[in-house]
């Protein structure tokens, strides 16, 4: 969360509350809904890491509160992460640790295991469906995510297949 945090604020100073809003807002339904209470730990991480600098804000009805400020530092650990290229493929994925490794041990079964990593495969696919079938056809951002998150999926899936019939 800290990346996406910078980010919204290299757009425009904001308080916690304007955060949270701006990530529902940017990636719809999609996304998680952010729990503001991780929001403000962030934030006071990053303004003790130089990344982002606080200025109290007064409020006649209300508390006071903090609207924060990317500072340079911040620019540019922001611009290094958007430099960068994104991780590929994981190589030392955790369920082919355990399809390898447990039917040594004698405590499973590869097909049990394959079956059982696809009932929760299919199971995430449904959920994902029906996010998209709720999710207007306008919020691109949230689509786009969704989408990628079944081809994702799907790949995951057509990989069960090829390891069932190479080691099952």
Sequence with gaps: ???HLLALLAK?????????QALEQTFGSAYPSPNIGQIYVTLGRLEKDGLV?????EQSNRPNKKVYYLTAKGREHLTT?????TEGPRVRDEFFMKLVLAPLTGIADRMALINR????????MSDLNDLLSRTSPSDRVAMLLIEGAMLHLQADLDWLERCQEDLA
Aim: positive net charge.
């Design 1 to 3: 969360m800290r990346l």
């Design 12 to 20: 425009e100073p904001a308080h916690g509350y304007e955060l949270k």
């Design 53 to 57: 600098r606080a200025v109290g804000v």
């Design 81 to 85: 992460w958007v430099d960068e290229p």
């Design 117 to 124: 990593q696809r009932r929760h495969y299919l199971s995430l």
